[in-house]
């Protein structure tokens, strides 16, 4: 069974665990972040903010690299999707790297469609994905 669990008000142990996965980048720390369990065992976690009243924009997923497994990362991400509708959200929103082709191919699988594209200031390149929940 996958568990969400939300943190609030502990942001140096949710910037330990952003830098520890996302150690490239530590910008963009989040408003809201959850923490993903499954049977009690910790797997990663799920951040960002909400974007207007019904919709929750991602801004990162983190897997422990013990469990990226395709299978398990489209299991997981559909728990994240249904505990975040249950809270609410009518839809999800986010930005994915062009060149991060398996996020890509998990976004759609389960059910996000691709929205537009984006170029950053930096030249890198997104495409916008959202999904209804």
């Given at each position: 069974?996958?568990?969400?669990?939300?943190?609030?008000?502990?942001?140096?142990?949710?910037?330990?665990?952003?830098?520890?996965?996302?150690?490239?980048?530590?910008?963009?720390?989040?408003?809201?972040?959850?923490?993903?369990?499954?049977?009690?065992?910790?797997?990663?976690f799920?951040?960002?903010?909400?974007?207007?009243?019904?919709?929750?924009?991602?801004?990162?997923?983190?897997?422990?690299?013990?469990?990226?497994?395709?299978?398990?990362?489209?299991?997981?991400?559909?728990?994240?999707?249904?505990?975040?509708?249950?809270?609410?959200?009518?839809?999800?929103?986010?930005?994915?790297?062009t060149?991060?082709?398996?996020?890509?191919?998990?976004?759609?699988?389960?059910?996000?469609?691709?929205?537009?594209?984006?170029?950053?200031?930096?030249?890198?390149?997104?495409?916008?994905?959202?999904?209804?929940?």
């Amino acid at each position: 069974m996958i568990n969400l669990v939300r943190e609030i008000g502990n942001q140096e142990e949710y910037e330990t665990i952003h830098n520890r996965i996302f150690s490239e980048n530590k910008t963009h720390i989040p408003a809201i972040y959850y923490k993903v369990y499954e049977n009690g065992e910790y797997k990663g976690f799920v951040s960002g903010y909400l974007h207007d009243l019904i919709t929750f924009y991602i801004q990162r997923i983190g897997i422990v690299d013990l469990f990226k497994g395709k299978k398990q990362s489209e299991g997981l991400a559909n728990a994240i999707w249904e505990h975040l509708k249950k809270e609410g959200f009518k839809f999800l929103m986010g930005t994915v790297e062009t060149n991060n082709i398996p996020t890509i191919i998990v976004a759609l699988k389960t059910g996000f469609i691709i929205n537009g594209f984006r170029v950053d200031t930096g030249g890198k390149q997104y495409v916008e994905i959202i999904k209804e929940l």
